[in-house]
Each structure stands twice: as structure tokens, then as C-alpha cells.
């Protein structure tokens, strides 16, 4: 607890600007009109919810997963206006607006970024943060989730649950969950056409239209780009659509297309000599991929009266996806020795869902209740060919080839009550069950798996202090299953527990601004690790803390006008674990940054000129679990200046990286020495937006 104190009082420094900002400002909110820009209106309500009543058409296939459902919990919600008309290397980038949060840009093409939350470093490249596009689940068996599909213009809202808080998601969602929205009705145009360094091109369209009964939304995207590096040419084509039926007054039914297309070349990952001297190198030409997608997804819903609906959903995606994979070949390595590989992953996904919504009154208090069953089905066929030093992508031998099946059903609830009117109580759990098979045929071998089925109760309280001040705290259990053909092969594991604790403020003091506050911890025990007498075998031993502090806080002084401050302090610490024979235990877990700052001022008009500039602070972190290799501190400092001529036609010119600093988001430890994915230098985008 010492360490979490001193993290608040790191914290402090930030949490008295902002109150002085408030304090000294509050003389002035006459600068202040009565409507705010578009776009922070929505921001600025986040403060104050229960203004803001949650209608019953407003609950989504997944249950109540609006701003009230979330309000006993630090997550972050996102909105339209925050996403759209931004520069992002991948998709992912959107989630960099959230405290704490930093990114792992691979700059690898089309392979996904990943992510760190809570903590967790690995987040969407592996089994510790669930990610879902429209209710769909994005991970594969082993977590990897490809956030490329996503065209962030279709995007309506992002929510970033922030560990096992929620009963909405179980598997892959102990360090947190990303619930991306998209758009599901309009009546609108709207295109960009963007053109920028390294020959960059991208077009989408997104048009949306209501017609009697019908909703129909389209988008599309075409995208290219050279590069910054040498070999690291990214070609994506994206298509989405959905119709949405108003049968009944109570009934209404919506069908959804999704495909996707991608082929890249990368660059793979440049070691310490080529960082310093030329940047722009690659590792060779042997590294990329290509992958194809395609997904349907149907819904209904039934209003049972004025206080219950019914909604159910199927879906269905299938897959093919090949990579090629070749790092920093040393002198050592001769010609025709193996080094890299060829993956092929083919996969065929079915699920659907059914949930009961009530959102009424019990004893005259305001009651929500959530009761859902979700199942699906995976399947997925594993191939890898080495590749050999000095004959490119050509096949070696295979050394792996097998495939899984895995079977989850899920039964979860949660109930929201006021239990008076300052007091609101949130109780869920839910319930998942595993089942699956294993076969191998390199080496060949067969094993089914009947479980392991876990219960992961949640709860929470808000209390309303005075009007805008609410103070909440949640606990949430949750858990990770052994990764891959672990799950299988090694049946003795047990999943790994994890615990979530956390408390925290969220306030709006005055009209033009509001301020959240959170302190967690998230324990594990029952990790997986090698043991120490025989590091070739694993055991449930390991245990690790992950504790911090968050703050955010916005500001609109002035119509128009939005000051974003987000702080975060993580502390964590491997409490028991082996590796390659060594006690850890003491030392900072790998990959996770103890501050992370991110600072933002945007002016943004109906008409003329307007424009922000946001800069981001991640100090060093080990790169390594024996703490003995780090990885460098690193700014970045983006800019936008934009011009909207009328409601049709706005032009932006966007500049990236405006100091020009050299730095890496991604750094790893191979061969002896560090590697890195540079990340981008100064560069430019032109973006031309028309809407009608």
C-alpha cells in the first residue's frame, strides 16, 4: 500500500492544477456560452448521466452497455466526435485517448497492434483483453484480435472497460474489454479523401439512410501506403453494411455484411545499429502477409412491453490468413539454415446469443437487470513451414500442423438498483463453460478437453455525494485459460485467477468541465510458470500485482474550445515467478511504463478555421523480466490545423510528430541486443471531408 500512496501523491501535483484550474476560472464561466461545441456537448454529459434517462430502445444485444451500465466503473467511453478525423497507424490507435493506456505499433503491415491495460502488455496478442466489433468477439483461440477490419469513420462510440469489471465478457477479459460501436442509423453522407507521407491514400464512404421501416448503413475504405520504411507497402480493402426492419411497433430485425481484404510487405524489426544510423532500413524482404475475411450477422429484437425486450443474434466469420515471419538474421546464422517461418491460420467462427432487458421500476426504485446466453463454436487450422536463411518466402519443412476446436457457452446477469436515491448497487456473475478438441498432426496426437467451467461474480456501488460528485468502488473476479494447445496438453494447468479492486471519483464541478479519479488493483494468482527444478514444465505458481492511479479531467472554457489532461501511474511487480530457471519475484513486470501523460487542446467551429494539438508523455519500461535490458522514454507532439468552408466541405492538414523525435513504442530483446519498430518522423496528411 505504500507504493499505491506514493503513487497518489505523484498524482497530487496533476489533481491541484485541476482544481486550481476550476477554482480560478470559476470568476470567469460567463466565457462560457450555454451550448457547447459540437461534439464536447457530448463529452461534457458524461459527467452527469442521470440527466440523461436510458430509454429501453437504447439497450444494445449485449445487454445495457450505455454509459449508466458502465458508470460503477473507470471506463472510458468514447464518442464520435473523438474518433473521427484523426491520423491513426492502425485503428487501434483510437484507445491511446485512455488513461493508461499505451500502445505497441508494430508497424508490421497488416499484422494487428497490441496493447497495454492494466498492466497487461499484451493485449489483442494474447489472452488477456477481450475485443469485440458490434457485439462480435475479435479473438482467436490463442487472443490474438485483428482491429484492422475496423474503418473508424463507421465508427459511432468505443467503450474501454477496464479489467474483469463487467459481466458482460468473460473469456480474454481480465485485464479489460473493447466494445467497438458502429454507426446503426442516419440519415447522411459522408466521404474522405486523405492523401500523405510515405504516399499514403486512403477513401472511405459512409452512407447512411432511413427509409420508412428501413435503416441501411454502407461504408467502405480503400487504403494504401509505401511506407516509411523499406519493404513495408500496406494495401487493405474494407466493406461493411447493414440493414436494419421495423416489422412491428415491437419488432424489428437487422442484417449485416462485413468483408475485408489485406496484403503488406513489412519491415520486420530493426536492431540497435540500424536504429542509430538509418532508420529506414529493413530487416530484409522476406516479411509480410495477406488475409481475407468475411462475416454475416443477423439480429432481432421484441419489445415484450414498455420495460422488456428480447433480443437475439447469430453470426458467422471465416478467414484465411498467411504471414511470413523473418527477424535480424545474425552472422552466425549460415545460408540454407532454418531461421523464420510461414504461418497459415485458417479459421470458421459460428456464435449466437440470447438476452432478456428490463429496464422499469421494483418497489418504485429504478431497476436494470441484464440475463443473457451467448455460444459459439471455433475452429481453426494451424500450419508452419520454416523459412531458411538467404531463399526468401520459399517453404522449408513443416514443423507444426494441427487443428482446434473449442466450444463456449456463457451464462451471464447483472442487476442495477437504486437502492435509494443517492445509492446505486450493481451485482452480475457469469458463467462460462469449456469444451473442445485437439488434434495434431505434428507430432501426431489427439486431446479433448471438458472444461474448465468458472464462475466470475462482480459487484459495485455508486454513492451521489452532492449533485455531478459520485464516488464509486467495484470488485470483479476474472480469469485466463491456458494459452493455445496448452489448454489441451497440459490438462494439470488450472486457468490463472485474477482480482480486481477499485475505487474512485467522478465529478463535474461546474458546467464547463468535468473530472474523473480512479485507484485499482489487480492481483493474479494461479499464474502459469516454468518451474524451478524443471523449466520445461509449467505450473500454476506464479502471482503478480498490478496497481495504479488514474486522473482525467476536461475543460470548455470558451464555445468551441476542449482542454484534455490525463494522467496514470502503474506499479507492478512479479510477487512469484520463474524464468529460464530464475527467481523474479521483486522485480517490475516487463513491458509496462510507470507514467503515461497525454494532454490535448482543440478548437473546432461550425465554420472557418479551427484545429488542436495533443502531446503524449510514456516514460522507459523494462523490456525484460530480469529487469536488466529498458527501453527509452519517448514524446510525440500532432497537430491539426482545418478549414470547413460550410456544413459541406472542411480541408485538414495534419502534422505528425512536429519536433521530429525518433522513438519506438515497440522495443524487444533478440539476438542479443534490442530491436525496434521506429516509429514515424515528420510527416503530413491532407484530408479533404464532404458531408451531405
Partial sequence: MRRLARAAL???????????????????????????????????EKAEPAKKPLKLDDVTVRGDTTLEGLAATSATVLDR??????????????????????????????????????????????????????GIPLNETDGYADTNYIIPEEIERVEIVKGPASALYGNYASAGALAFHTIKQGDFTRLKLQYGSFNTQDGVAVIARKDGKLDHVYAGELYHTDGRQNNSSWDKQNGAARWT??????????????????????????????????????????????????????????????????????????????????????????????????????????????????????????????????????????????????????????????????????????????????????????????SGHLNERLPSGQYDSDGPNLFSPKAALTYTVVENWDLYANYGKGFALPRDRDLW????????????????????????????????????????????????????????????VEAEANFYPLKYVRLHLDYAYLDTEYLKFVE????????????????????????????????????????????????????????????????RFDKRYKLALDVINVFDNKYSEYAGFTNGEKIYAPADPLSAYLTLTIDW
Fill in 489 to 548: 496438453k497440459r490438462s494439470y494447468l488450472d486457468p490463472a485467477i485474477r482480482y480486481q479492486y477499485e475505487t474512485g471519483l467522478k465529478a463535474r464541478p461546474v458546467k464547463w468541465s468535468d473530472f474523473g479519479l480512479a485507484l485499482w488493483r489487480l492481483d493474479t494468482d494461479n499464474d502459469f510458470q516454468p518451474k524451478l527444478s524443471d523449466p520445461t514444465t509449467l505450473e500454476n505458481a506464479g502471482e503478480t500485482r498490478r496497481q495504479g
Fill in 10 to 44: 505523484l498524482a497530487a501535483p496533476i489533481l491541484t492544477l485541476c482544481l486550481g484550474l476550476w477554482a480560478g476560472w470559476g470568476a470567469s464561466q460567463a466565457w462560457a456560452e450555454d451550448s457547447p461545441a459540437p461534439g464536447t456537448a457530448t463529452q461534457a
Fill in 245 to 434: 426492419y421495423k416489422l412491428t411497433d415491437r419488432l424489428d430485425a437487422t442484417l449485416g455484411l462485413r468483408a475485408f481484404n489485406s496484403r503488406w510487405d513489412s519491415p520486420g524489426y530493426i536492431n540497435q545499429r540500424v536504429y542509430d544510423t538509418n532508420p529506414n532500413q529493413s530487416v530484409n524482404d522476406v516479411n509480410g502477409g495477406w488475409k481475407k475475411r468475411a462475416e454475416v450477422r443477423g439480429d432481432v429484437r421484441y419489445k415484450l412491453g414498455e420495460t422488456s425486450k428480447l433480443m437475439a443474434y447469430a453470426w458467422h466469420h471465416q478467414q484465411d490468413f498467411t504471414r511470413w515471419y523473418q527477424n535480424w538474421v545474425s552472422p552466425a546464422q549460415k545460408a540454407g539454415s532454418n531461421y523464420g517461418d510461414e504461418r497459415f491460420f485458417q479459421r470458421d467462427v459460428s456464435g449466437t446469443g440470447l438476452s432478456y432487458n428490463y429496464l422499469g421500476q421494483i418497489l418504485e426504485r429504478e431497476t436494470r437487470f441484464v440475463l443473457g446466453l451467448d455460444w459459439m463454436k471455433e475452429f481453426e487450422n494451424r500450419e508452419r513451414w520454416n523459412l531458411t536463411v538467404g531463399n526468401g518466402r520459399s517453404r522449408g519443412s513443416k514443423y507444426q500442423d494441427f487443428d482446434i476446436d473449442l466450444y463456449t457457452t456463457a451464462l451471464f446477469s447483472e442487476f442495477n438498483y437504486q437502492v435509494f436515491k443517492p445509492l446505486r448497487l450493481v451485482l452480475g456473475g457469469r458463467y462460462d463453460m469449456f
Fill in 580 to 643: 529460464s530457471g530464475k527467481d523474479r519475484a521483486g522485480n517490475r513486470l516487463a513491458g509496462v511504463p510507470r507514467h503515461v501523460f497525454n494532454a490535448e487542446v482543440g478548437y473546432q467551429p461550425d465554420l472557418g478555421l479551427g484545429g488542436r494539438i495533443n502531446y503524449r508523455y510514456v516514460t522507459d519500461w523494462w523490456v525484460d523480466a530480469a529487469n536488466t535490458v529498458k527501453a527509452d522514454a519517448f514524446y510525440s507532439c500532432n497537430a491539426q490545423v482545418s478549414y
Fill in 81 to 134: 466526435a473523438e474518433i473521427v478525423d484523426r491520423i491513426y497507424v492502425t485503428p487501434l490507435d483510437i484507445v491511446k485517448q485512455t488513461p493508461g493506456v499505451t500502445i505497441n505499433q508494430y508497424h508490421q503491415g497488416g499484422t494487428a497492434a497490441a496493447f497495454q491495460l492494466r498492466g497487461f502488455t499484451s493485449c489483442s496478442h494474447g489472452p488477456d483483453a477481450a475485443i469485440f466489433l458490434d
